[in-house]
């Protein structure tokens, strides 16, 4: 049996008119457990920035730029009985021009395995003021420091 090893993803921090677009993290019966950046798994031989970008593309079809490094960080946590072990980057990006959705209506996405869901745009404040449950630990603590800075 070959030993189990953290995972690497990228994910991306998507801003637009004081909005945070989010994907939902569903519990194994359905329910909302909480949110998360789009993105996903970094290849074998892939940089990390690569990964975030085409995650995007191939989750909502359209284009992103990286701006900057957010930050990168360990995500130990436990899931229904089973222990997750994550790598995370965490990219702050804008659409690429023309890319940018003309509002905030929810996004229709496709996972890697074909599943849909919807991306939706929440309301930067009250994320960064503890309003929803946000994946992985500690993503909102430091927006809210990179939000302090700028």
């Known amino acids: 049996m070959e030993p189990r090893r953290p995972r690497t993803i990228a994910l991306a921090v998507v801003m637009q008119q004081?909005?945070?677009?989010?994907?939902?993290?569903?519990?194994?019966?359905?329910?909302?457990?909480g949110w998360r950046?789009?993105?996903?798994?970094?290849?074998?031989?892939e940089r990390a920035?690569?990964?975030?970008?085409?995650?995007?593309?191939?989750?909502?079809?359209r284009?992103?730029?990286v701006v900057s490094l957010l930050?990168?960080?360990?995500h130990i946590f436990d899931?229904?009985?089973?222990?997750?072990?994550?790598?995370?980057?965490?990219?702050v990006v804008r659409f690429a021009d023309g890319q940018?959705?003309?509002?905030?209506?929810?996004?229709a996405c496709i996972e890697d395995d074909g599943g849909r869901f919807e991306a939706c745009w929440l309301p930067l404040a009250e994320?960064?003021?503890?309003?929803?449950?946000?994946?992985?630990?500690?993503?909102?603590?430091?927006?809210g420091r990179w939000l302090g800075e700028r």
């Open 63 to 65: 284009h992103i730029e």
């Open 18 to 33: 004081d909005h945070l677009l989010l994907q939902p993290v569903h519990a194994p019966d359905g329910t909302l457990r």
């Open 71 to 74: 930050d990168v960080s360990e």
């Open 100 to 107: 940018a959705p003309p509002d905030l209506a929810p996004l």
């Open 127 to 143: 994320v960064v003021g503890g309003a929803y449950e946000i994946f992985p630990q500690g993503f909102v603590e430091r927006l």
């Open 37 to 45: 950046p789009l993105g996903g798994g970094v290849e074998y031989g």
């Open 79 to 91: 899931w229904y009985g089973e222990t997750g072990h994550e790598v995370v980057f965490q990219y």
């Open 49 to 61: 920035a690569d990964a975030v970008a085409r995650e995007v593309r191939e989750e909502t079809t």
